[in-house]
């Protein structure tokens, strides 16, 4: 599969750790089931503002969440 | 049909299976219609097939998607960022036909065809772009998409 964005994330290991199923964290960001486990398959990137809102429903911050390589 | 695809997916595959049905639907009334028999293809009336097939089409919608919504839970029917934005990916590359379909129609008339191969034209355009839309949308949800295209 093609990887459209060259950006990875730690969701599913975060997500895990603070105990929350896909279900609650994707009601938490306000995305459905789908677009979360897309996101957290890094099939889409999502909004600035859902990555934010990933990153404080975790608690943590969003370059804890989201890392982009260097050039 | 995955049972927990997205409400725009289920949306596309109902689309996709009603333009795949709906054409040849369109020849057959088209074909066995009254006054069809042994006219000449550019003067076959198709006005009505055509109604009849665009009315068949939007009311198996309206049903479908009504059956659809019945059988699965609220929060499957939400739509978000990710669905809008494949939803106006969708719509454009479907769009590429119904211009094509256009184009087609100004051409023909220029030609002074018959009215019959302009509205054909026209009409092949509009299932065309049903198809690939419908298409598009599915490898969005299916495979990888962003924001980017």
Not at chain 2, 2 to 17: H, Y
Not at chain 2, 85 to 104: E, K, S, Y
Request: contains cysteine; positive net charge.
């Amino acid at each position: 599969m093609v990887r459209p964005t060259a950006v990875t994330n730690s969701i599913r290991a975060l997500r895990e750790a603070a105990g929350l199923t896909q279900a609650e964290l994707a009601g938490r960001i306000d995305v459905t089931r789908q677009t979360l486990i897309a996101v957290e398959q890094g099939r889409y990137s999502p909004s600035l503002e859902t990555a934010f809102r990933i990153a404080r429903a975790l608690g943590v911050r969003l370059d804890e969440v989201f890392q982009y390589p260097e050039a | 049909m995955p049972a927990k695809s997205a409400p725009e997916e289920r949306s596309a595959w109902i689309m996709l299976a009603l333009a795949v049905i709906g054409y040849p639907a369109y020849l057959i009334l088209l074909f066995n219609g009254a006054g069809a028999a042994g006219r000449p293809l550019a003067e076959l009336p198709f006005a009505w097939p055509m109604i009849w097939t665009v009315l068949g089409s939007i009311g198996a919608s309206i049903v479908l998607h009504a059956v659809f919504r019945v059988y699965t839970d609220l929060e499957s029917n939400k739509r978000d960022e990710r669905d809008r934005l494949i939803g106006r990916f969708a719509d454009r590359t479907g769009q590429a036909f119904v211009i094509a379909g256009a184009l087609g129609g100004l051409a023909l008339a220029m030609l002074a065809a018959a009215p019959f191969w302009i509205a054909n034209a026209i009409f092949l355009g509009f299932f065309c772009s049903a198809i690939l839309g419908s298409i598009a949308k599915i490898a969005a949800y299916r495979g990888a998409f962003s924001r980017a295209w």
